[in-house]
């Protein structure tokens, strides 16, 4: 439904190129000139940025209040107060925010904010990283007065599945010590939880089914040839 036969036939083989690929890369990453490391992460945080802006499109409106929960250096929730002339706040655990937006530091379990504080919480890539999904879930649900945006790496087969999990991992462990070495992050990125809590796509909608709201949309995104599949849910209360 989700993903063509041939598509899904074919990351079985890309999935066993990509993970040898990943490690060569790993050496590469390491060796090549700070300067050109931190242009192309550059570009690629502004491309990740761009594609999900779009994904957004108008279910964010002018002047909202937004919630960004696991908001990492902030950069997404700042491009979202520039799109939408919008009051965005981040929440994380760790601090590395490095984004023109005001940032809050919470136990991971309790939003510090009061019901319906915000029209729009997002949550970018950060419920694969909790085990008490259904907790913090809830807490964006109290928090948000109309809706959701969630953001997951999701998976087609149990090969994708393994290769998601090994992207994840590379990452966030790999890429970051990477980040260590060239002096772009300190040692704290390392303690990023990776309980690989992945969902499938119907996976997740019996989960928002669970919890009474509705997707107004489910918007897939498959790389080229990678065998990486990325979703958007826009959720309404």
């Known amino acids: 439904m989700y993903i063509s036969l041939t598509r899904n036939i074919l990351y079985l083989p890309l999935a066993l190129f990509y993970f040898l ?8 990453n390491l060796i090549i000139p700070k300067k050109i490391y931190v242009e192309l992460q550059i570009q690629g945080g502004k491309n990740e940025r761009a594609w999900r802006l779009e994904d957004i499109g108008d279910f964010i409106k002018t002047g909202d209040r937004v919630l960004d929960v696991g908001c990492g250096n902030g950069k997404f929730g700042e491009a979202i107060a520039e799109k939408y002339t919008a009051e965005v706040r981040g929440v994380d655990v760790v601090d590395y925010a490095d984004a023109n937006i005001a940032i809050d530091f919470y136990d ?4 510090p904010f009061e019901d319906d504080s915000f029209d729009v919480i997002v949550m970018a890539f950060m419920l694969h990283h909790v085990k008490h999904q259904d907790e913090i879930f809830r807490e964006a649900l109290r928090c948000s007065r109309r809706g959701l945006i969630v953001f997951e790496d999701t998976y087609f087969s149990p090969w994708q599945w393994l290769f998601t999990i090994w992207n994840d991992f590379y990452s966030n462990m790999a890429v970051g010590i990477v980040k260590i070495a060239k002096g772009l992050e300190g040692k704290g990125i390392l303690g990023m939880p990776l309980p690989f809590t992945f969902r499938s796509v119907k996976g997740w909608h019996r ?7 509705t997707p107004k949309a489910t918007i897939l995104h498959h790389a080229n040839i990678k065998p990486h599949s990325k979703v958007t849910f826009l959720l309404e209360k």
């Open 207 to 213: 989960y928002f089914a669970q919890n009474n709201v």
């Open 108 to 111: 991971g379990h309790r939003l």
């Open 21 to 28: 690929l990943s490690v060569f890369l790993f050496f590469i």
